[in-house]
């Protein structure tokens, strides 16, 4: 187990989240302007907004995927392949939402884990003695 990646994993994590929680809202909004019976052009913009938050996402979980195996190579995320497959056969919705949701709950299982590497300590913190303050 690599654990000298740790903090590459949970900017990674980070930014994976971001993005999903972006698409996560974009894919409401677009639910709601279609319950809703909104214009047709507000649903067609909703739609358009949510489909360009897919590519990032899967970019993100790609890489927390790469950043994962690299750690532990037993790690159950989900790459590229499989993604790209779910895109073609479903829709990139459900690969914007399910494989994402997974490879953050793994990640997330793989930081916990390693608890100490991922809190550096920080340099700039340098503690003196009671009997050198005086």
């Known amino acids: 187990m690599d654990e000298s990646l740790i903090p590459q994993l949970i900017k990674q994590r980070r930014r994976l989240l971001q993005s999903y929680l972006v698409h996560v809202a974009w894919f409401a909004t677009m639910i709601v302007t279609a319950i809703t019976h909104s214009s047709r052009a507000v649903v067609a913009s909703a739609i358009f907004l949510a489909l360009i938050t897919v590519p990032p996402v899967i970019a993100y979980a790609a890489a927390v ?20 497959i779910m ?23 793989l930081v916990r884990e390693h608890p100490a590497e991922a809190m550096r300590p920080n340099e700039s ?3 003196t003695s009671l009997r050198d303050a005086a």
């Open 65 to 84: 995927h790469r950043t994962c195996r690299a750690i532990d190579p037993s790690a159950k995320t989900i790459g590229i392949v499989p993604m790209i």
């Open 87 to 109: 895109t073609v056969l479903f829709t990139p919705f459900e690969s914007g939402l399910v494989v994402p949701a997974k490879n953050l709950l793994v990640s997330g299982r």
């Open 125 to 127: 913190f340098k503690p």
